[in-house]
């Protein structure tokens, strides 16, 4: 095994900013790389601040990023993102705000979309279990139970 030079403070710094300067990062992966550097808490936590001062990391401007991207390019619903983001450390109103930049048309729209492309491949015997297998996977990108009912033209009638 090789054994790894240890890393100083300010290179750490480089490193983590040239990380942040390429894409958007939050501060728990942030945290892990500089931990797999071999920094210890302390130091690490003061990366950290020296690189939100600096302005490379911004846990809202992360979120606004992560909800975009995952969405657009991804597919994933709501439940799905905002669960992504809070096992990331983001705080709850970061995540709020983020999500409020989802237009609701688009939001079914590209579930929609999901939905019929989806279709084209499914083998089922019945409607009912074609549509089974398409709330499943709807759910499983994470959009909501009611639209995804709605988008199927389902009744919830559960009462």
Not at 61 to 83: L, P, T
Not at 109 to 132: C, V
Request: proline share 2%; with cysteine; net charge positive.
């Amino acid at each position: 095994m090789r054994e790894m030079k240890e890393i100083t403070p300010e290179e750490a710094f480089q490193k983590a900013a040239a990380c942040c300067a390429a894409s958007e990062q939050c501060v728990a992966d942030i945290r892990k790389k500089l931990e797999r550097w071999g920094l210890d808490a302390t130091r690490r936590q003061a990366v950290i601040v020296r690189l939100e001062e600096e302005k490379f990391v911004n846990e809202a401007r992360y979120a606004r990023s992560f909800v975009r991207d995952k969405f657009r390019y991804n597919g994933w619903g709501r439940i799905k993102i905002a669960q992504a983001l809070r096992q990331k450390g983001i705080p709850a109103a970061y995540i709020e705000d983020a999500m409020g930049e989802i237009e609701d048309e688009e939001y079914a729209r590209i579930l929609q979309k999901l939905l019929q492309a989806k279709a084209r491949g499914l083998k089922a015997g019945t409607d009912y279990e074609r549509n089974g297998k398409l709330l499943r996977f709807a759910a499983s990108r994470g959009f909501e139970m009611p639209l995804i009912m709605r988008m199927l033209h389902v009744e919830e009638d559960f009462a």
